[in-house]
């Protein structure tokens, strides 16, 4: 996915809080994937409203760090294999 490109939640996946797991999930038809905080912080920004560049800007920025681009760009290349944005 390029720096321009503006990743977004596939609609069949919705991401939400979980109260019993405690954690954020993405609920799909079949299941549900339990989250850790990063992939979550990813997957919020995820709105197509955002390019690339932007969240991973807003994520550095938010965690106080500067070396989390190649991080960004393997997880959202994961849920894109996976389907889970496009």
Same mark, same amino acid.
């Given at each position: 996915?390029?720096?321009? =490109?503006r990743p977004q939640l596939d609609p069949?996946?919705?991401?939400?809080? *979980?109260?019993?797991?405690? =954690?954020?999930?993405?609920?799909?038809? *079949? /299941?549900?994937?339990?989250?850790?905080?990063? =992939?979550? %912080?990813?997957?919020?920004?995820?709105? /197509? %409203? &955002?390019?690339?560049?932007?969240?991973?800007? *807003?994520?550095?920025?938010?965690? /106080? =760090?500067?070396?989390?681009?190649?991080?960004? &760009?393997?997880?959202?290349? &994961?849920?894109?294999?996976? /389907?889970?944005?496009?």
């Amino acid at each position: 996915m390029n720096a321009g =490109a503006r990743p977004q939640l596939d609609p069949l996946y919705r991401l939400q809080w *979980e109260p019993a797991q405690q =954690a954020w999930v993405l609920l799909y038809p *079949e /299941g549900m994937v339990k989250l850790n905080d990063s =992939a979550a %912080a990813i997957l919020q920004r995820c709105d /197509g %409203a &955002h390019t690339l560049d932007m969240l991973i800007d *807003e994520l550095q920025t938010t965690f /106080g =760090a500067q070396d989390l681009v190649n991080d960004i &760009h393997r997880f959202v290349q &994961h849920a894109c294999e996976r /389907g889970w944005i496009a």
